[in-house]
């Protein structure tokens, strides 16, 4: 859906405009044999792009609202949604699903930087190009989360443009930076959390100052062994073992077995899968 006034219709292949709209529009879209079909058929083309005139106009995917431009790709007979836009948006989106409570400016304004830093590493990085990111794989929700009351917008403004970067072989780089709402007293490494070898500034930090409130960091969570086996898509769970980083001490992940076979389990990816389903 279009929610708002007029827009745009490019085919993106060409860059021929298909055509000008002066109103909103809401259709399923729909992969035809001969092209796509919003409302409207566009014969033998099978991707368009769509450009609101206004910044207000904001653009719906199965009812969840996008600033920006959509780009949308027919591919067999499956539908490709890619949403464009501006970096700073992103980020308030990327950045305001993740913060739920108030902060200190000053640590509202760090944590945007750091998710500032990842998005450009993203477009620097990336040799896809059609998209930069998958929504799911980094917690894009949208236009919507951007109006969450915790200042995020605010510190997201203050910091424009502003960006970490190292030196690798001689050259400056962004990098993957990764922020979290409580360290317990020391910071571990991408590749021992994520397993992720990408190269980074540093490995590990003491963070005197989280340590000070490291008791209010600590949580507990209960699950049976036949939810986890559920779960993880094991028949059954005889036991679990945890794997911890050695200079953080952080535990990282899971090895869940039985008496026939052995599963390595992400405890990051196995919280959030739970976290959605709450």
């Known amino acids: 859906e279009v929610k708002g006034r007029g827009y745009k219709i490019y085919d993106p292949n060409t860059n021929n405009r298909l055509g000008t709209r002066f109103f909103g529009k809401r259709y399923f879209v729909q992969p035809m044999k001969n092209g796509l079909k919003w409302g409207e058929f566009f014969p033998k083309t ?17 009812g969840k609202e996008y600033k920006g431009s959509l780009y949308i790709y027919q591919v067999g007979e499956k539908v490709h949604i890619v949403n464009e836009v501006a970096l700073d948006k992103y980020v308030k989106s990327v950045l305001g699903a993740e913060i739920n409570q108030a902060y200190n400016p000053e640590a509202l304004a760090a944590a945007a930087i750091t998710a500032r830093t990842e998005a450009f590493y993203h477009v620097w990085k990336t040799k896809q190009p059609y998209w930069h990111v998958k929504a799911d794989e980094v917690g894009y929700q949208g236009y919507a989360v951007t109006h969450r009351p915790f200042g995020v917008d605010k510190a997201v403004e203050k910091t424009k443009s502003m960006v970490m970067q190292f030196q690798s072989y001689g050259n400056l780089q962004p990098f993957k930076a990764k922020w979290t709402h409580n360290s317990a007293g020391r910071t571990a490494s991408l590749s021992a959390i994520f397993r992720d070898n990408t190269p980074v500034p540093f490995a590990s930090r003491e963070t005197p100052f989280a340590s000070m409130s490291k008791e209010q960091s600590q949580w507990t969570f209960e699950l049976s062994l036949d939810d986890l086996a559920k779960e993880i898509n094991m028949p059954y769970v005889t036991g679990v073992e945890s794997y911890q980083d050695p200079e953080s001490g952080k535990v990282f992940a899971l090895r869940v077995f039985n008496d026939k076979n052995s599963m390595d389990v992400e405890l990051s990816s196995l919280l959030r899968s739970f976290e959605s389903k709450e």
Request: proline letters at 6%.
């Open 46 to 62: 099978y991707q368009i792009l769509v450009v609101p005139d206004e910044d207000s106009t904001t653009l719906l995917v199965n």
